[in-house]
C-alpha cells in the first residue's frame, strides 16, 4: 500500500456513479488494506482508511442528492450536514464497519414540512445506497433514516435539553452518541453550532457527568489482579480476548469522558488526548503513555476475527491470544494495566473535581 | 394430712441414696437411648441430603431432564435400599470370611435384633440405617457422571453393582475392619469411602458416555452448557450443608463425652473456607466472581474436610477447606481440557477434594486427636513422621483403582450389552421425554420446540 494508490482511490470514489460503483470501491478499500502495516504507522493508516470511509459516505450523499432531485423532489430545501456518530464518526473505523449516522438541518419555519420530506428521503436513500454499498445498519437504529436522528437544528437543541434534564441511562447513552458526531458532508457550520449548544449545556448540568461516568465504566478493561489477561472461557471464541469491549471501547469511553468535560469538540481518540495535553489536563507522561496503548488496542482491532456474511464484512472484536506472539501478549498485558489506570484516573477527576482541568500531573 | 405428708416425705428422703443405687444400670440405657436419638437423626440428615443432590443435578442440567433427573434419584434409593440390605451391608460389615481383611460375609437380607443387647451403645438396626444413607449418597455422588444422557436402565443396572461389590469393599477396607483399617488409614466421615468411590464411578461412566452433544466444538474448544436454576444450586448446597452435620458429626456415633459436637464445629470451618477461597480465586482470576464455582467450593470444602473432621485442630481445617476451594476451581478447568465433560462437577467436588481431604489427614492430624479417635497416628506437622502420610495415600490410591476398574468394567459391558447411551434424537428431545414419556416442567417444554431444536431450527 502506499499513499498514492489511496489518493487514485480517493478521486475514484469521488466520481462514482452509482451504489455498485461504490461497492466495487469498498473492495477496493479491503484489498489496499490487506497489506497490514507493522507498528508505528498505524495512526496514519487508521487516517487513510477512514478518509476512504468518509469518501464513500460523501459520495453517497451527493448520488442521493441527484437521485432524489430526480425524482422530482427538488434539491435541499435548506442547508443541512450529514453526521456520522461512532467509530465512524470518532475517525476510527475498522474493515468492518456499520453505518451510525444522522442529519441537521437548518431552522426555516415556513418551509419546515418541505424539509422533513426533503431530508426523510435524501436520508433514505443515503442509507439504502451504503447498504448496497456494503455498510450494514446501525442495529441500536442511530441513522439518519430514523427520525429521532434527523432534525432541525432547533429541534436538536430542543431534544438535547430535554436529555440533559432527564438523564435516564437512555438519555445519557444519546448524549454519549452525540459527543463523537463529526460532520462529513454538508454544512459543518451546523454541527459545530449542535456542539456549541451542547458544551454550553454541560456546565448547566453538572449531574449529568456522574451520569456519563455510570454509563461508561461498566466495560471492564479485560486484565486481572495477577496482570493475567482475561480471555473468552467458552465457545468459539474460548481462548480469545475481547478486544473491542475489552480493551478498545473503555478506553474511548474514559477519554470521552475527560474530553466532554474540557468541552473539546475533537471527535477521534487521539486528538482528544492531545488537546487534552494541550489544555493542561494530561501531562505529557500520561498523555504518551495512553496514547501508546490506544494505539496498541487500534492495531489488534485490525486483527480482529472477521467474516463476510451475505457480502458484508462483519468482526466480533476478538482476537485470539494464540496468534499474538509473546512480546504483543506482554505489550498487550502492560497496554490494558495503563487502560485500567486511565480508568481510575478519570473515575477521581470526574468525581473529585468537576469542570476544571488538572494541573497537579499524575493522580 | 400433715403428718402424712411429713412421714412419707422423711421416708422418701431416707430412701434416696438407695434409689440413686437402684438406678444405677439405667444410666448405660440412657446413654444407649441418647446414642440412638443421635444416630437416627443424622441418618435422617444424611438421608435429606439426597433432597440437596435431587436440586443440585437438576438445578445444574437443562429443563428438558429435570423430571428424569429428580425422579431417577428417588428411584435408586429405592433399589439401593433393597440390594444394600440384601447383600451390600453382609459385604461391608457382615461377620467373618476366611478372607476378613477383603470383604465380610454374613448378615445378607439383614434381619437385625429388635433392641439393643445387653451393653450395647446403640441398637443394630439405626447403625444399619445409617451406613445405608451413606452408600445412597455416594451412588448419587456417582449419577454426576450419567447426568443429560445415560439410558435409565444403566442406573437400574449399575446400582445393583455398586451397592454390592465396588462401595460395600471399600467400606470394608477402611471402615469395617479390613486391612487399609489395619494399617490405621484415617477416613473419619468417609471423603474417599463415599466421595471419591462415588467420584470415581462417575468419572468412569462419564468417559465411556463421552460428552453431551454441544459441550465441545470441533477445534476442542468447549462451550458452557448453563444449568436451568441456579437457584436450586444454591438451595442444594445449603441443604447439603445441613445434611452434612449428620454425615461428619453423626459419624461419631456415640454422645459420649460431646466430642461429635468439635467434629460439626471443624466442619462448619472447613465449608466456610471453600466457599470464600473458591469465590475469591474465580474474582481474581477470571475477572467474575462466579457463583457456580463459590458453590462448587462450599461444596468440595465440606467434602475434604470430610476425613479430617476429627483429626485436626481448628485453623488446618480452614486451611483444608481454603485449599479445596482453589483445587475446585483449577480442576474443574482441568477436567474441561481434557475433555471430559462433568455435567455436574462430580469428578471435581468430590474426586479432587476427597483426595484432598484424605491426603490431608497425613499432613494435619494431631496425634492428640488420633489417640482420641484411635485411628492412625498424627500427621506430618504434628509429628514430623511420614508415616500417616504414606497410609493417607496408599488408601486413596487402592481405594480408588479398586472403583475405577469395577466401575470401568460393570459400565463397559453395559455399554457393549444393553447399551448405556440414550439415542442423540433422545437426548435432543430430553430425558423426560425419552425415558419417561411426560416433561418435569410441561408448560415450558413444548415438544414442537424441542423438535425443532433438534432440527437446529432453534438452537
Redesign the interface.
Known sequence: MNDSDWSRLLMRIGSAEDARDLRGMRNEIYALSAACPASGAIDGYYRRLNAAHDAIVRRAVRLAEAETARSGIGSPPVPYAYMLFGSGGRGEQTHASDQDSGLVYEDRPERAEEAETYFAHLSGTVVRMLVEAGYPPCEGNVISRNPAWRRSLGEWKRQLDEWFADPTWEAVRYLLIVADGRCVAGDERLVRELKEYYYGNMPVHPVIVGRMLDNTMRH?V?V???G?L?KE????D??SLDVKYGAYIPMVNAVRLLAVQAGLHETSTLRRLERLREAGWLDEDEKSAYEMAFLLFLRLRLMTTERTEDGVRTSNGMVSAAKLTKDTVDELKEALRIGKRLQRVVRKRTLGEPGGPHRGGRT | MLKRLLLTSSLLLLAFPAMAFAEEPAAATLDMGLNTIWIMLSFILVLLMQGGFILLESGSTRMKNAGHVAGKTIFTLGLGTLVYWAFGYGIAYGGDSPLSSLFGWGDFFYNPAIAAGEGDAFPPAVYFLFQLAFVLISLSIAWGGFAERAKLSSYLIFTLFFAVIIYPVIAHWIWGGGWLAEDGAQDYAGSTVVHLTGAIAAFAATVLLKPRIGKFNKDGSANEIPGHNQVYSALSVLLLWVGWFGFNAGSALTIGDGFLGYVAFTTMLGAGAGAVSALLISWAVQGKADITTMLNGTLAGLVAITASCAFVEPWAAVVIGLAAGVLVFYSVKFFEKLKVDDPIYALSVHGMAGIWGTLANGIFATQELAEKVGVGQGGLIDTGSWRQLWVQFESVVVSGAYALVLSFAILYVIKKTVGFRVTEEQEIIGLDMSEHGSYGYPEQMKKSRVFKAGNGIIP
Open positions: 471492564k479485560l486481572g489482579v495477577f493475567q482475561l472461557r467458552y465457545g468459539e474460548s481462548g
